[in-house]
């Protein structure tokens, strides 16, 4: 079985996907991976190409293992998040998120993963909602001037 490392970035940023993959790539312990790489795609819906193809290959038996680098360049969302958590497991795989330091082969983390992926979101919102008032308050500034 394969280690999928599984990339994403909104923006097409080919260093973006590079670096995301470097950082992933040091979890690896000589296993053989694949890359799953959306570049140009939002992670507010799995419609993916490459999530569909990564998602495939968990059902299929071929990847045993996922890694991304952070859990936002999976998912947006907590309930999300959690769906792909049970998904993964129901089919005897395993997630990993570099930065966060998550992963599901740490059997002692089940019930803790809601709370992590909730904090996670809680800041996700919490930036969206500084830039929002910054592009406010830049807006307010050059109505004024």
């Not at 997630?95 to 019930?111: A, D, H, P």
């Amino acid at each position: 079985m394969k280690t999928a490392i599984y990339v994403r970035s909104a923006l097409e940023n080919e260093v973006n996907i590079k670096s995301q993959i470097e950082f992933c790539k040091n979890l690896l312990d000589n296993e053989e991976f694949v890359v799953y790489a959306d570049n140009g795609y939002s992670a507010h819906d799995q419609n993916r190409p490459a999530f569909k193809n990564m998602i495939k290959d968990i059902e299929d038996g071929i990847v045993s293992k996922v890694i991304v680098y952070k859990i936002d360049r999976l998912c947006k969302n907590l309930n999300s998040l959690c769906s792909f958590w049970e998904f993964v497991e129901a089919h005897n795989a395993t997630f990993t998120s570099v930065r966060e330091e998550v992963t599901t082969e740490n059997c002692g983390l089940r019930g803790v993963e809601r709370f992590i992926f909730a904090i996670n979101e809680m800041e996700k919102k919490c930036h969206s909602e500084k830039c929002r008032q910054g592009w406010a308050r830049r807006k307010q500034k050059k109505e004024a001037s």
